[in-house]
């Protein structure tokens, strides 16, 4: 169903399906559930989500992340 991050970059609906789990805390309260899900690495999720871009899309949601 989902063939990794790579694929997410070459399509957009990819990208902001990974941009919506990101700012879903409920069902993904980290970052690295949100990887286990994927079943991709951390490196490959940062590739493409800096830690900036991360922060950006939890900022607001109540949700604590490491600076």
């Known amino acids: 169903m989902y063939n990794g991050l790579t694929s997410a970059a070459a399509n957009l609906a990819s990208i902001r399906l990974v941009e919506s ?3 879903n805390t409920t069902n993904f309260p ?4 949100v990887i286990c899900h994927l079943k991709i690495g951390r490196s490959a999720l940062h590739r493409y989500f800096p830690s900036e871009r991360i922060h950006e899309l ?4 109540g949700v604590l992340t490491a600076q």
Do not use: H, I, K, V
């Not at 980290?30 to 559930?33: G, I, N, V």
């Not at 939890?58 to 949601?61: A, C, E, I, Y």
């Open 21 to 23: 789990m990101l700012r």
């Open 30 to 33: 980290f970052a690295s559930d």
């Open 58 to 61: 939890r900022q607001g949601l």
